[in-house]
């Protein structure tokens, strides 16, 4: 039996699906497509790669690395899905995914479960997490090949590697040339890796029928990619390994936080997992396989490609949430929060949320980045979060806003609570319009239900409960000279953010 790890890497940003993906609540684990349509990219993902379980490969505990900020996102997308057990590795900040991956491969090596006698050393089958896969049973079988192509070396050094049949010179991804004869498990000798190519250049890739899209889905031992990076890249292994051994580890329910140290996470090099190994790898020590996946792949790297991906009606729209259309074609329109309509337009992104509204030619959506790059020039909020805010105990909504207020509509989840916290610049006034709160205010502690309502002064130490079955609903009504996200000091908090 092959003992198989799958991992998730889950740090992207997304920034080209800008305003729907943001740092705060990033693409993957937005809702956009793929083969189950109430899923997201990142559930989608995690499901797609434990399937790989058949009578010769054993699945361990999914690893999923995610940046600190999203723990929670992950967690509550993770507790919908049934009988997956999974470790959250979260990184302080991002450092690209070379390190991330060797966080993997440390914790497969000598996590929970782990090493035995030092011989714990399991197959890793590593994908993104946002990218869609149309045929499940195509994807499942390209990467069971993947994991036979490595079992079957017995130097342990081998590396596989899933490439995208291409369907179009398509300039956005980078290729894999490979030698045309292929192996007992349909893989092929990679013979180079080849960065984004002109227009023209892709067109030669696409008539030659031996180059293919690099999907970044990876399959190797733990122990091969710590050896290959300790070849080509030992000052990423060793700034890595530095982090791991000052980890900390804790846990919510069944699930498993494990936190490297935070300092020395900060001063890995940044680099991807391609440029540090994998593009090192062919005519090296370390001999990468290809197998070949058609299988209606995308990785949704800007809106047009949602638009590819997506149904279309009989003119080549595809809409989400509330849409009226007419004489209008090829075009993208989601709306979030209220009705959009378009008129005699072609070849559009249309998209809405409750506080952007984003309109691109379809040929020029890669360029969201730049109206990010502006954003966060001009540090506004829209570039990192939405008007409605997840956090660990539900979700806030900011519904109006003006000179010294601010209204939010907050839902607590039951047996959850906010922080016990205070403001030096803002007072408060909760009022419950569903379910039963549990208020802290200075000494007091008092219960409310519907209708009914409370003052918090400015300076006060104060929490925010949920004691019941149903969710907590309460408006709160802010006043004072600032009313920032950061003016909160924490004096105890379940989530670990005191």
Same mark, same amino acid.
């Given at each position: ?158 590396? *596989? ?6 369907? *179009? ?52 031992? *733990? ?213 039963? *709160? ?61």
């Amino acid at each position: 039996m092959t003992q198989v790890t799958p991992v998730i890497l889950c740090g992207g940003s997304g920034t080209r699906l800008w305003p729907l993906s943001r740092s705060g609540f990033p693409k993957q684990f937005l809702v956009l497509s793929g083969d189950n349509s109430s899923q997201s990219l990142f559930q989608q993902a995690i499901e797609r790669i434990n399937a790989i379980a058949n009578a010769d490969i054993e699945l361990g505990d999914t690893l999923i690395v995610t940046n600190e900020d999203h723990r929670f996102l992950a967690l509550d997308q993770l507790r919908e899905l049934k009988d997956i057990q999974a470790t959250l590795l979260l990184e302080p900040s991002g450092r690209n995914t070379a390190p991330a991956l060797t966080l993997a491969a440390l914790q497969a090596k000598d996590g929970a479960g782990g090493a035995q006698n030092g011989l714990h050393d399991p197959i890793l089958v590593i994908t993104p997490a946002d990218q869609t896969v149309k045929n499940s049973g195509a994807f499942t079988k390209a990467l069971q090949d993947c994991v036979a192509v490595v079992v079957a070396d017995q130097s342990n050094k081998t590396i *596989a590697i899933l490439g995208i049949t291409p369907t *179009a010179p398509e300039t956005g991804y980078g290729y894999i040339r490979r030698n045309p004869q292929a192996g007992a498990h349909h893989e092929y000798t990679v013979d180079q890796f080849v960065e984004k190519p002109d227009a023209k250049t892709a067109q030669v890739y696409l008539n030659d029928g031996n180059y293919l899209w690099n999907s970044g889905m990876f399959v190797l031992r *733990a122990s091969t990619w710590l050896a290959a990076l300790k070849e080509f890249r030992p000052d990423i292994l060793l700034a890595t390994d530095e982090a791991w051994q000052a980890k900390s580890i804790d846990a919510s329910g069944d699930t498993v936080f494990v936190r490297p140290g935070k300092a020395q996470f900060n001063a890995i090099p940044t680099e991807s997992i391609d440029y540090a190994v994998i593009e090192k790898c062919p005519q090296s020590k370390f001999p990468i396989k290809m197998v070949e996946l058609d299988a209606g792949w995308n990785d949704l790297g800007a809106w047009d490609a949602v638009w590819q991906v997506g149904k279309q009606d009989g003119q080549g729209n595809v809409t989400s949430g509330d849409t009226l259309l007419t004489n209008t074609s090829n075009s993208l329109v989601h709306a979030s929060s209220r009705l959009v309509s378009a008129v005699g337009v072609e070849n559009l992104i249309i998209i809405e949320t409750a506080d952007a509204v984003m309109v691109a030619d379809r040929a020029n959506s890669q360029d969201v980045k730049h109206i990010v790059n502006q954003l966060e020039a001009q540090k506004r909020e829209e570039k990192n979060l939405h008007r409605k805010v997840a956090r660990p105990w539900g979700w806030y909504d900011s519904v109006d806003e003006g000179e010294r207020f601010k209204v939010k509509r907050i839902q607590v989840k039951p047996g959850a609570s906010l922080s016990l916290q205070m403001h030096h610049h803002r007072a408060e006034h909760w009022i419950v319009v569903k379910g039963v *709160a549990e208020i802290t205010n200075g000494d007091q502690v008092i219960t409310l239900t519907e209708n009914q309502s409370t003052y918090i002064p400015q300076g006060q130490t104060h929490r925010l409960a949920n004691p019941g079955k149903t969710p907590l609903e309460i408006i709160e009504v802010q006043s004072g000279s600032y009313l920032g996200e950061d003016d909160i000091v924490r004096f105890e908090d379940t989530y670990g953010r005191s």
